[in-house]
Structures are given as structure tokens and as C-alpha cells.
């Protein structure tokens, strides 16, 4: 694995005693230099940091310790935990993001993650299903890592849930969208909430479903993030579902 880089950061305080560390966060920095993302980090009056920031070259800069509670995933929930900042290790992925101009993830940044993310798995036993992204966690706020980030190639490491070779849509499930209501949507929800996402399940298609909807395709249907789950989308919800290693997330 690439060298590693002591950068400390002073924005983090202790894990809750006895607590798992069981998610490991995929971001990116969203600004337009990994020196201002550094910066920011590591700047008291800030209040934000990670575990790790990882350069476009691939240099990967430690920034908390993995034992500390770095403050990078906000007000977010996963599988029913709202505390993610305390069961996760996050890494931070230098890219300008949608904001400042979104491009592809250099191959020397990922292949640094791909070493940094299984040593950080196998320290904590993070179990695969629970390497997720920002927006996973956070989708009515958080774009990161993006429909450009390459979870295929993480889930080939055995860092992530994916789909099977052989999944094909089903014929018969009818397109979701806004203003949609009634079983069908309910049953979009409650799948959506067993993979580990947060939605209510009332049966209408509201703004928060479809920013939970979209974060799903960012992370898992990179061809089409339009928020409307169509067949393909709803389809793989369920096959994603059904290929969790215990049930619900």
C-alpha cells in the first residue's frame, strides 16, 4: 500500500465506549484543491474531518485516528443507527464534485483506496454490505462519492454489495415516480429501508423518497440518476435485498 502521510487533524473526540466500528464512509471532498480540502480538515473552527484524505496522485494522508470519532458523516442514518460518525472510518476522495466541476476518480487514487480500504476492513471486520457512500447516508443532503465513483470495482475486492452477473429486470415492475402512491410504494420503501436506508413507509412518493431513490442510483444504477424508480431500479432493489448476507441491512 502507498506510504501514508501524518496530517492531524484536531476535529474528533471518543467513540462511545464498547461500540462497533461496522461502516466504513466513502466521500469526496467537493472543493476545488486537495490542499483547501487539507486545510479545511484540519481547521479547528471548521469542525469537519476524516480519518482519511486520499490525493488524486494517490497520497494518502491519515488525519484522525481510526480509534477516534472524526467528524465527517453530519446528520445521517444507516439500518436504523443515527450516530454513523461513531461506528465508521471515513475516507475522503480529493474531487472537485458536482459543485466545482465532477470528474472520474484517477486510477492512482483508486488503486491507493483499494489497498487502504481492505486494511481498514480487515482491522474492524466491516462487513462488506457496509462499505457505503455519503449519500447513502445523508441522501436529502450529500451527492458523494457520485455516480462517477466506482463501487464495481470496490465490490470485486470484496468491499461492497453488488449485483449478480445474471440479474435482468423484472417485465412486470411498473415505473415509480412523484406523486405515486399506494402498495406499490410502500413496498419501494420498506425495500429501500432493508437495504439500510432511512425512508418513511407511507405509501406516497415524496421528496424524501426520491432523494433516497436517487442516492440508491448514484451508488448502484450510475446509468440513469433521475430519482424515478422504473423498473430496472425497482428490480434491483430487491436483488440487491435478496443477496444480503442476514437479511436487512
Not at 436504523?80 to 459543485?99: F, K, Y
Not at 450510475?222 to 423498473?231: L, N, P, R, T, Y
Request: charged share 20%; with cysteine.
Amino acid at each position: 500500500m502507498t506510504d501514508i502521510t501524518r496530517r492531524a487533524s484536531p476535529n474528533h473526540d471518543a467513540r462511545p465506549p464498547g461500540g462497533p466500528v461496522d461502516i466504513l464512509l466513502v466521500h469526496y471532498t467537493g472543493m476545488e484543491s486537495a490542499e483547501a480540502a487539507l486545510d479545511r480538515l484540519c481547521d479547528p473552527a471548521a469542525k469537519v474531518s476524516a480519518h482519511y484524505l486520499i490525493d488524486e496522485a494517490g497520497r494518502i494522508f491519515a488525519l484522525v485516528d481510526e480509534a477516534r470519532r472524526a467528524w465527517h458523516a453530519g446528520v445521517a442514518s444507516w439500518a436504523g443507527a443515527a450516530d454513523i460518525n461513531a461506528r465508521s472510518v471515513g475516507i475522503e476522495l480529493v474531487n472537485p464534485g458536482h459543485e466545482f466541476g465532477y470528474r472520474p476518480f484517477p486510477e492512482a487514487q483508486m488503486r491507493a483506496l483499494d489497498g487502504l480500504a481492505i486494511a481498514i476492513v480487515a482491522r474492524h471486520g466491516i462487513p462488506p454490505h457496509r462499505v457505503i457512500g455519503h449519500s447513502d447516508v445523508a441522501p436529502e443532503r450529500k451527492q458523494d462519492p457520485g455516480e462517477l465513483f466506482d463501487w464495481a470495482r470496490l465490490a470485486r475486492l470484496g468491499l461492497g454489495l453488488w449485483p449478480a452477473p445474471d440479474f435482468a429486470p423484472s417485465p412486470h415492475a411498473e415505473a415509480l415516480g412523484p406523486g405515486a402512491s399506494g402498495a406499490a410504494v410502500v413496498d419501494l420503501q420498506l425495500a429501500l429501508g432493508g437495504l439500510g436506508y432511512r425512508v418513511e413507509g407511507t405509501g406516497l412518493y415524496d421528496t424524501p423518497t426520491g432523494a433516497v431513490v436517487t442516492a440508491f442510483q448514484r451508488h448502484w444504477r450510475q446509468s440513469g440518476v433521475d430519482g424515478i424508480a422504473d423498473g430496472e431500479t425497482r428490480s434491483l432493489i430487491h436483488h440487491l435485498l435478496d443477496r444480503l448476507p442476514d437479511g436487512p441491512a
